[in-house]
């Protein structure tokens, strides 16, 4: 059986994300993308404005044939999370897959972000979702997500690798809190050993253990 998923995101660069984690599963996927609300938030639009926009978005999703619609902007999410409001589809948020594995943590953590406005949101979230016996550190890593923003990703992810081998993480659980950070942690993996949490990594188990959607059969 196929699903299909409509994705909301604040940049373009995050459907690349998502087909990689989808590739290979019985899914369609469509993509909607608002680039604009990073710097609306940054610009000081109210909370009441972004509330509606956001109510706005997810009801036009729900107009197309979707079977669920995946959040993968942790901004949206946090803003999300402050509405009194129901929605007639299921609604998949990418930090929470995350969450539980950071959760799971049997080190003290280094939470690593990029976009310091995501930080307060992403925590709070956290801390109100999952129970977590580990101390947790935060940690920006400066720079970085101007890069992203202005689609230079390859010097982004190099900053996010250098910040990783510069520094002595063998004693922490290190998490990359931001989908945009994912592939920067995989790449850091592979080079040093150590498991970094990303909400790519994640996604992919949520695929499989709660969506219970599996690859497809090669013919």
């Given at each position: 059986m196929t699903i299909h998923i409509a994705c909301l995101h604040a940049s373009a660069s995050n459907i690349a994300y998502i087909n990689r984690a989808f590739n290979g599963?019985?899914?369609?996927?469509?993509?909607?993308?608002?680039?604009?609300?990073?710097?609306?938030?940054?610009?000081?639009?109210?909370?009441?404005?972004l509330?509606?926009?956001?109510?706005?978005?997810?009801?036009?999703?729900?107009?197309?044939?979707g079977d669920c619609i995946l959040i993968?902007?942790?901004?949206?999410?946090?803003?999300?999370?402050?509405?009194a409001v129901e929605f007639k589809l299921p609604i998949i948020k990418i930090d929470e897959p995350f969450f539980e594995q950071v959760a799971r943590a049997e080190k003290p953590i280094k939470?690593?972000?990029?976009?310091?406005?995501t930080v307060k949101g992403t925590m709070k979230r956290f801390k109100a979702i999952c129970s977590c016996e580990q101390e947790i550190e935060v940690v920006l890593i400066p720079a970085a997500f101007e890069q992203y923003l202005a689609g230079e990703t390859v010097k982004h992810d190099q900053k996010i690798i250098?910040?990783?081998?510069?520094?002595?993480?063998?004693?922490?659980?290190?998490?990359?809190?931001?989908?945009?950070?994912?592939?920067a942690?995989?790449?850091?993996?592979?080079?040093?050993?150590?498991a970094v949490l990303n909400p790519l990594n994640a996604l992919q188990a949520y695929i499989e253990e709660k969506l219970k959607i599996r690859k497809k059969k090669n013919r």
């Open positions: 599963y019985d899914v369609v996927l469509t993509h909607v993308v608002d680039d604009n609300l990073i710097h609306q938030i940054r610009g000081g639009m109210s909370q009441e404005e509330s509606k926009k956001i109510i706005h978005q997810l009801q036009q999703i729900e107009q197309s044939d993968t902007c942790t901004n949206y999410i946090a803003l999300l999370e402050e509405l939470m690593l972000f990029t976009n310091e406005a250098e910040y990783l081998v510069s520094q002595d993480l063998f004693e922490y659980t290190v998490a990359a809190a931001q989908l945009s950070m994912s592939n942690a995989i790449v850091y993996s592979k080079l040093s050993g150590q």
